[in-house]
């Protein structure tokens, strides 16, 4: 059994039902496919797969094709959610694009339509658009900026999911301060803010980041990527201790508005 099924397998012995993956993402949707194929779940699984941005979204052809041949490399019948990869595509939906995702479903290819956001204005765009009802986005302790926009009790009120990721910040948030290179010094204050938090609550970086998901977002749904089939244990740990609100709102005071630099790893490198 290879690391991917052990991977897989573990995480399905958790409860944890859907994957996240794209087009765009190496051999991902192929290795991922021959672990559906291996062990049988191809109509249990719920899979979402991104296009890939560097198609042209205006081609209903190229698209399709795209389509399905992740249907192919993923081995399953039907995608639970097919999603623009880029927040920049939306712009194209009444170009053509929304009727020809729309049509997707409507020829079995996939059950759902999202696209994946970094700005709150356009999860706010994209939660108004009717075809639309998945919208990724990113959100954690530090990036409380889709908090702010209500992007949340949007996706209530409209009745569409939301799924978080970059929970641990790609990273960010786990490193020690010894660990950040010279470049990214100006992430240190905030990492020893962390960790006074999580000396107060008695709980490590992890199990905060975590934990603050879980409450603070409670109607999303939340990615997280591992490595190893004890990581996706100890995430389903942490995923199930005990947080308490005022740790909660502590998190919000004390991370209230954090530099952009930090939340933006387009401004990490040197």
């Not at 409507?106 to 765009?125: E, N, Q, W």
């Amino acid at each position: 059994m290879d690391l991917t099924e052990k991977i897989v397998r573990t995480a399905w012995g958790n409860g944890i039902t859907e994957y996240d993956t794209a087009q765009g993402y190496g051999e991902s949707e192929k290795v991922l496919g021959n672990v559906v194929r291996s062990i049988g779940l191809g109509s249990e699984l719920r899979i979402i797969t991104k296009l890939d941005p560097n198609l042209d979204h205006l081609d209903k052809a190229a698209l399709e094709k795209a389509v399905r041949e992740s249907l192919t490399q993923l081995g399953v019948p039907v995608l639970y959610g097919l999603m623009v990869h880029r927040e920049e595509y939306l712009d194209l939906w009444e170009e053509g694009l929304g009727d020809t995702l729309r049509g997707f479903i409507s020829k079995g290819l996939t059950k759902h339509i999202g696209v994946s956001v970094y700005s709150p204005d356009k999860a706010g765009l994209a939660l108004g658009i009717d075809g639309i009802n998945i919208v990724q986005i990113p959100s954690n302790i530090f990036d409380r900026r889709f908090e702010r926009a209500c992007v949340f009790e949007d996706a209530k009120r409209k009745r569409k999911q939301i799924y978080v990721r970059s929970v641990f910040l790609q990273g960010l948030m786990l490193m020690s301060v010894k660990e950040l290179p010279g470049h990214m010094q100006f992430v240190a204050p905030v990492l020893k803010r962390l960790d006074g938090l999580c000396r107060d609550a008695g709980l490590t970086r992890q199990g905060l980041a975590l934990g603050y998901a879980r409450y603070a977002y409670p109607y999303a749904k939340i990615l997280f990527g591992v490595e190893t089939p004890e990581q996706v244990e100890e995430n389903m740990v942490y995923w199930n201790e005990n947080v308490p609100i005022a740790i909660i709102d502590h998190v919000r005071e004390v991370f209230d508005n954090v530099d952009e630099r930090i939340l933006n790893p387009v401004f990490w490198s040197k």
